[in-house]
């Protein structure tokens, strides 16, 4: 099996030029991913959540991660809006608390967020309450996040290449191809 961090280089590699950006940012990556991985394997669902800006990109995710083309188990990966639509009109602690109740009892092997946007978004009231979900956050400095710079159009190209390599490592998780240690 292939260390993971060698993995995902070769990976980006392979993309080409365009991917090239990838490269530098493989250090920050790798640690992130390494953990939602390693939580995808041991069963918890995973909940998707954008800011409304790219809520496009949830909608992408959820059409993609769960295709028969992937060949691999279906995955517990949902996006958090479609089954909590008032999550934008929630605003104080204790209605934040109910939410998180709901959601452990939902999904009693557990649950993590991923997250994709601005650290300032309405959102992340709620999701910074918990230090294990996925970050993808744009223009913003947090700690334990993928940082993505907001270039406009390129930004969007930048997620669906993240996208892609974030699946091929879950297939590579899966099918033993590399080491998460």
């Not at 996006?79 to 959601?103: A, G, P, Q, V, Y």
């Not at 309405?122 to 999701?127: A, E």
């Not at 700690?143 to 974030?166: A, R, T």
């Amino acid at each position: 099996m292939t260390p993971i961090l060698e993995w995902t280089l070769e990976t980006i590699r392979e993309e080409g030029s365009s991917f090239s950006w990838m490269e530098e940012c493989r250090y920050e990556w790798v640690p992130i991913i390494q953990r939602a991985i390693k939580k995808i394997l041991d069963g918890y669902t995973v909940l998707i959540l954008t800011d409304d800006l790219r809520s496009w990109y949830a909608k992408y995710i959820a059409d993609k991660i769960n295709t028969l083309q992937n060949e691999r188990p279906f995955l517990p990966i949902y996006t958090l809006k479609s089954m909590f639509h008032n999550l934008d009109k929630m605003d104080n602690r204790e209605e934040l608390d109910l939410l998180e109740d709901m959601l452990e009892i939902s999904y009693p092997r557990g649950y993590f967020i991923w997250y994709i946007g601005s650290a300032e978004a309405i959102y992340t009231k709620f999701l910074f309450r918990k230090n294990d979900n996925l970050l993808w956050i744009i223009d913003g400095d947090v700690p334990n996040s993928f940082y993505l710079k907001n270039g406009g159009i390129s930004l969007d190209i930048k997620l669906i290449q993240l996208f892609k390599l974030f699946n091929k490592t879950i297939d590579a998780s899966l099918f033993n191809e590399l080491s998460l240690k």
